[in-house]
């Protein structure tokens, strides 16, 4: 039954980032402040199914990557350092004019100027966005994915990396052709920093605010 269970997730899994790619959110058409709440709805519901299925059944926390002890070593250090470099990254962007405008030229993808929010309204719910892309997807894409992976594939943790770097560029297809590659080759990284520390909470951190920072690269924008 467990096995079942997992592999049914799994394949749910599998076909939803199909679909994803398959059919993507036309952007053009769908509102910010539609798509923000969609977002936030569909990534939850998606996570608690998945994980809180494979939880159900009978793996543990741990398993999924949720534990919360405190890492050591040279990658440990690196991720810190990480941490603190996109943290004040973040408070840069919040509140310095001519760094948004440096940050700028790195966020003018079509999709990037259609979902990235102008008004504070919108950016309030894109805050929202980031905080749960975040958690579920690192749940998802890291924490669940790689355990699933591990019951019915005899291939080893790096292949698992990669496997989860697809499903998570595809799943961004709506952000356009090119989001597959970058946000596949950063969903990798995040696996390998997973596989290096073992436990999810520095990686959702980190994922936070990256996403954190776009909230404000349109900030001086307010007509679009």
């Not at 990480?82 to 310095?96: G, H, P, W």
């Not at 079509?110 to 008004?119: G, K, S, V």
């Not at 605010?209 to 924008?221: F, H, R, S």
Request: charged share 10%; proline share 4%.
């Amino acid at each position: 039954m467990y096995l079942f269970v997992n592999g049914f997730l799994l394949g749910l899994l599998v076909v939803l980032s199909i679909i994803a790619a398959v059919r993507p959110v036309d952007l053009t058409i769908v509102p910010r402040k539609e798509f923000y709440p969609s977002m936030v709805q569909s990534s939850g519901i998606l996570c608690l199914l998945l994980v809180g299925g494979t939880l159900i059944s009978g793996t543990t926390l741990q398993e999924v990557g949720l534990t919360f002890f405190v890492p050591s070593g040279p990658v440990w250090y690196a991720t810190i350092g990480m941490i603190v470099f996109l943290f004040i990254v973040l408070i840069l962007t919040a509140t310095v004019p001519a760094f948004r405008k440096r940050l700028l030229p790195l966020y003018q993808s079509e999709a990037e100027q259609l979902i990235l929010p102008r008004t504070k309204e919108e950016r309030t719910g894109f805050q929202m966005v980031a905080l749960m892309a975040g958690v579920t997807e690192e749940l998802i894409y890291r924490g669940f994915l790689f355990h699933t992976l591990g019951l019915f594939l005899p291939f080893s943790d790096v292949s698992f990396v990669w496997i989860g770097a697809i499903l998570f560029g595809v799943a961004h297809r709506y952000q356009g052709w090119f989001a597959i590659l970058v946000t596949g080759l950063i969903g990798a990284g995040f696996g390998y920093l997973y596989l290096a520390l073992e436990t999810l909470w520095p990686l959702i951190i980190i994922h936070v605010l990256i996403d954190l920072v776009a909230v404000y690269i349109y900030k001086d924008d307010v007509n679009s």
